[in-house]
């Protein structure tokens, strides 16, 4: 295949998710429209209570090719009909950043294809073109995952600002490690919501951080000690009847810090909408805030879909396109690179918002 040939308006890319503890291929047009997405979350961590980086690795070895290959397979597409293959460069995982990117650059040798590298946060951002044809910029997001908790403006695709994030950890893992402190298995975050929602409204409150400097930065060190010191001051005879009010307590407190964070964008933005993405997007309260944030502001809120959510290949694909299209060609010599930030930028965009078409 020759490697010039002309991109077309919608280009049909192959995604190749691998950053920490999913293994992911997708194949997507343009930025719209999604043909085909197979993301494997990798269960084997479970009984260490947290991601054991090389055990990722080894997944990523063994379900890297079969999930490309299903992914095209439910596509219906052949090499012969992909136009790049996008793949995560970074942040995350050093060992399973580099499984992803060695598979993509091979693939990309054997059959021609652009290689583009994807910074993952930005494939955050693009997961909210996928599921509704009239979302467009500008607009906040609001990410919230394991590995990240991040507040971004997207003004146009390619131009973004950075308006905050965590100082310390992602909000992700303190639901994690609030959960397993709880007793609770680990992932922890949705386990932790249901606990917090059976239990008795109650009215432990914990602190919410207030982090000095310029952005909407969070902070859940502080809050993850607070929380830890009220429980080991319980008797361990009253635990277990108080760890739906001490899950509570902590989800209250972790919420109103991404709702005052996201207030305080909207504030400074006037962004007429945002969406949230990243795991801890699942959450039944914080769902319910933004929610309700969003009526009192009059503007749109969109949650996209688990499958969209979580940590996947078709938002990668979709910024793939993006790039490609504007003429982003990597080559065999790009780095992975386990800490990339996406600061404040603007790429060259030269086009409109059309590629994928309204699907
Ligand atoms: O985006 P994601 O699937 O991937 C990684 O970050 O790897 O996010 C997973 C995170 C975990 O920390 C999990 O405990 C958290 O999202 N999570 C939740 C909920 N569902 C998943 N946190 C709070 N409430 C939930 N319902
Ligand atoms: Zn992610």
Not at 354 to 359: C, H, L
Request: glycine residues 12%.
């Amino acid at each position: 295949m020759d490697s010039d040939r002309l991109i077309s308006e919608t280009p049909v890319i192959l995604g190749i998710e691998t950053s920490c503890d999913e293994t992911a291929a997708a194949v997507v047009q343009g930025w719209r429209k999604i043909l085909g997405n197979v993301v494997v979350s990798q269960e084997i961590h479970a009984e260490w209570g947290g991601v054991v980086p090389e055990l990722a690795s080894r997944e990523h070895l063994k379900l890297t090719l079969p999930s490309i290959r299903q992914a095209m397979s439910t596509a219906g597409v052949a090499w012969k009909d992909l136009d790049g293959i996008a793949v995560t460069r970074g942040p995350g995982l050093i060992g399973a950043l580099l499984v992803g990117l060695s598979v993509a650059k091979a693939l990309s040798l054997g059959t021609g294809l652009p290689l583009i590298g994807v910074n993952h946060l930005e494939g955050h951002l693009f997961s909210l073109l996928l599921e509704d044809p009239e979302w467009s910029p500008p607009y906040l997001v609001l990410i919230a995952s394991g590995g990240h908790t991040e507040i971004h403006m997207v003004e146009d695709l390619g131009v973004y600002r950075r308006l905050g994030s965590t100082v310390d950890d992602a909000a992700g893992e303190a639901f994690d490690k609030i959960g397993v402190l709880l007793g609770l298995d680990y992932p922890a975050g949705s386990h932790l919501d249901s606990l917090a929602e059976s239990a008795e409204s109650g009215a432990l409150r914990f602190p919410v951080a207030q982090v000095d400097g310029p952005g909407h930065n969070f902070s859940f060190s502080g809050l993850k000690t607070a929380v830890m010191t009220h429980w080991r001051g319980i008797p361990e005879d009253e635990r277990a009847s108080q760890r739906g009010s001490v899950a509570q307590g902590f989800q209250r407190a972790a919420v109103q810090a991404l709702v005052e964070g996201m207030e305080a964008a909207l504030d400074e933005t006037g962004a007429p909408r945002f969406g949230v993405t990243g795991g801890v997007a699942s959450n039944r309260e914080l769902r319910r805030q933004l929610t309700e944030l969003a009526r009192r502001r009059g503007v749109d809120v969109a949650f996209p879909s688990p499958r969209l959510c979580t940590d996947n290949a078709a938002m990668i694909a979709a910024a793939g396109a993006f790039h490609l299209t504007n003429g982003q060609r990597d080559g065999l010599d790009m780095d992975a690179d386990s800490s990339l930030r996406l600061p404040s930028q603007s790429f060259t965009a030269s086009i409109e918002d059309t590629p994928g078409g309204k699907a």
